[in-house]
């Protein structure tokens, strides 16, 4: 079956405006997460949804960026007022229910790779 | 939180030679532990995972062990072939209330020269 899909797959913006990052995740999974990955680092937790829900933004690194999930499935990772130092890959993930019981597999999209200038 | 340590942040082998990639994590709680494959510009793959209740698990030429006591867990690759290069990452989840939260180590690039 499809993925988990990530659309743009590349986006240039300059320093100062907005950009939205979409995540299309595996079909009828209901975990829901966002990293950012730079340049020689590891993936880093920004935001975990179940469901419609932001079950933990903890990883958000300030106000600037907020996230998504209005009907459950499809989320949109806002950044306003963009600065260089947001450029990153940002990947998105799902899985099909989290939680503790089954620490289930996440699978990655392709990620979005955003360039400020 | 979690801090996960990954070593070495480089490896080079011959084809054929085994390969070891080591991490240690901080949260005795945390549960489970995925290694993902990255290739250049691609996104992480999944390549095995192990919990808490074992010690060991193996898939074809890759293996893993994990010492919760230790708090640390291994990634070993057997007759590595050209197309294991990759950047590796090993993960610990938040333990607790996980919920899934994966805190990465700072990757591994695995080079096999033929």
């Known amino acids: 079956g499809a993925g988990v899909s990530q659309t743009p797959s590349n986006k240039v913006t300059e320093k100062g405006k907005y950009v939205e990052l979409r995540c299309d995740p595996i079909?009828?999974?209901?975990?829901l997460y966002w990293y950012r990955q730079s340049l020689g680092q590891g993936p880093e937790f920004l935001i975990y949804?179940?469901?419609?829900?932001?079950?933990?933004d903890s990883g958000l690194p300030n106000d600037r960026f907020f996230a998504v999930r209005p009907e459950g499935s499809v989320s949109t990772l806002k950044i306003q007022r963009t600065e260089r130092g947001d450029s990153a890959v940002y990947l998105c993930?799902?899985?099909?229910?989290?939680?503790?019981?089954?620490?289930?597999?996440?699978?990655f999209g392709p990620g979005t790779r955003l360039l400020v200038l | 939180g979690e801090n996960v340590e990954q070593h070495p942040s480089t490896l080079s082998v011959q084809e054929g030679d085994s390969a070891v990639i080591k991490c240690t994590y901080s949260?005795?709680?945390?549960?489970?532990f995925p290694w993902y494959k990255q290739e250049l510009g691609k996104r992480p793959q999944l390549i095995i995972d192990?919990?808490?209740?074992?010690g060991e698990k193996k898939d074809q030429r890759i293996a893993v062990t994990l010492n919760k006591t230790a708090k640390h867990f291994s990634l070993h690759i057997t007759e590595t072939q050209p197309e294991d290069s990759a950047v590796y990452f090993c993960?610990?989840?938040?333990?607790?209330?996980?919920?899934?939260?994966?805190?990465f180590g700072q990757g591994t690039i695995l080079t096999v020269h033929p």
């Open positions: 993930a799902s899985s099909p229910r989290g939680g503790l019981s089954n620490q289930e597999t996440q699978y």
């Open positions: 079909s009828g999974h209901t975990a």
């Open positions: 949804f179940q469901g419609t829900g932001a079950a933990d």
């Open positions: 949260d005795s709680a945390s549960n489970y």
């Open positions: 192990i919990r808490s209740n074992v």
């Open positions: 993960a610990a989840d938040a333990g607790g209330t996980s919920y899934g939260k994966l805190t």
